[in-house]
């Protein structure tokens, strides 16, 4: 069997380097180009940062920000009607999850015109053509959507999410400047944070795992667990070490997948917009409880790069526990709420259950979880 590796042709790392644009731009001769970002980013002029450096080298662009949190099928079709009447042949990034996903379902209908619907591209879609080229500049530090090949839409009439994975998507280069990060807010810091936790840990224990992903999730295990609290309090070193640790984390699980706690996420941010972040943090210890038995002697390296002493010396058990443990504790320390209470209706589980069963990011789950697993994990976060 062939293990496969798709990464950015090109990346930048570190503050200030978003200047590395408008040399990609120029060198990639575009002539027009189309930026896709959400209102937050224009209204707080972090978006600026960059659109002033295109402004300066003379670059032609238009901005395209509606893109709603959850980032739905039309805000796709309407920005590949917007690319259409540009007559863009780039696109620039900024943003989190939300505008890189729709930049990603933009530019692949602009080049593979035949699933303009949108809904068409779920799961694995065997497109011909790589997408519009994207240069993507992250301005959270959890999603990683920038070295993926995954992107997720919402379908707002079935009030479902579906994902998206296709090697033509991934941006052509990414551009990783903590400078962008900076003016998060305290909460959108913790929750991007442990999305980032949540792609290193499933990604590490994922069925597609193998040595090369291991090694990148386990050292964004460690980056992200001795960066979050800071970068929580809003120290440099803490918004550096996130901003690197959560795209280390996604050069992992973009090449072997995901598991349950993001299908069980996805259900919950289609029916009640939930932040996926928080979702995904809230979701995570308890799978990693009803996962432990699958996946050998992992979580004693998890614990280890989560931070605990004296793993070597523990039982299975133990360093189960001690994993688990290290990862509710941060949660804690960042803010994030421990349970469902204030998010999911008793009513409505049957639907996430089944909504997360499927989606596409269940197969990779370490154990193969039922409908009734599911539902209990659900319901026992209420």
Not at 35 to 61: E, N, R, S, W
Not at 163 to 175: M, S
Request: net charge negative; aromatic share 6%; glycine share 8%.
């Amino acid at each position: 069997m062939a293990n496969r590796m798709i990464l950015n042709e090109t990346s930048y790392f570190g503050a200030g380097s978003i200047t590395s644009v408008v040399d990609e731009i120029k060198s990639r001769g575009f002539s027009k180009v189309l930026v896709v970002t959400d209102p937050d980013l224009i209204k707080f002029k972090v978006a600026t940062k960059v659109t002033d450096l295109l402004d300066k080298a003379g670059i032609c662009y238009k901005v395209y920000s509606d893109v709603k949190a959850n980032p739905t099928i039309k805000n796709v079709q309407d920005g590949v009607a917007f690319m259409k009447e540009l007559g863009a042949d780039g696109i620039v990034a900024i943003g989190g999850g939300s505008a890189m996903d729709t930049a990603k379902g933009i530019a692949i209908i602009t080049a593979n015109p035949e699933y303009a619907d949108v809904v068409s591209l779920e799961g694995v879609a065997p497109t011909r053509n790589k997408c519009v080229p994207i240069i993507a500049v992250p301005t959270t530090a959890g999603t990683a959507a920038e070295v993926t090949i995954n992107y997720v839409i919402t379908d707002v009439e079935k009030k479902r999410k579906f994902v998206c994975v296709d090697p033509h998507d991934i941006p052509v280069v990414a551009v990783i400047d903590s400078d962008m990060m900076s003016s998060m807010p305290k909460g959108l810091t913790a929750s991007t944070g442990m999305d980032a936790l949540t792609h290193a840990i499933e990604g590490y224990i994922t069925k597609g795992a193998w040595e090369m992903t291991d090694m990148m999730h386990l050292k964004a295990i460690e980056i992200i667990a001795r960066s979050l609290r800071g970068a929580v309090a809003g120290t440099p070193e803490g918004r550096e070490g996130m901003a690197l640790g959560q795209y280390v984390a996604g050069m992992g699980f973009s090449n072997v997948g995901l598991g349950i706690v993001h299908s069980m996420a996805h259900a919950l941010g289609a029916v009640y917009d939930t932040p996926h972040g928080v979702a995904n943090a809230i979701l995570l210890p308890t799978v990693m409880e009803y996962n432990a038995e699958a996946t050998g002697e992992k979580y004693r390296e998890i614990a280890r790069a989560m931070g605990v002493q004296g793993v070597d010396s523990m039982t299975q058990e133990e360093y189960r526990k001690a994993a688990v443990e290290a990862v509710k504790q941060l949660s804690a320390d960042v803010g994030i709420p421990a349970d469902l209470k204030a998010i999911v209706k008793e009513e409505d589980i049957p639907f996430l259950a089944q909504s997360a069963m499927d989606d596409a990011c269940r197969p990779g789950n370490p154990k193969e979880p039922t409908l009734e697993d599911i539902i209990a994990l659900y319901k026992s976060l209420l």
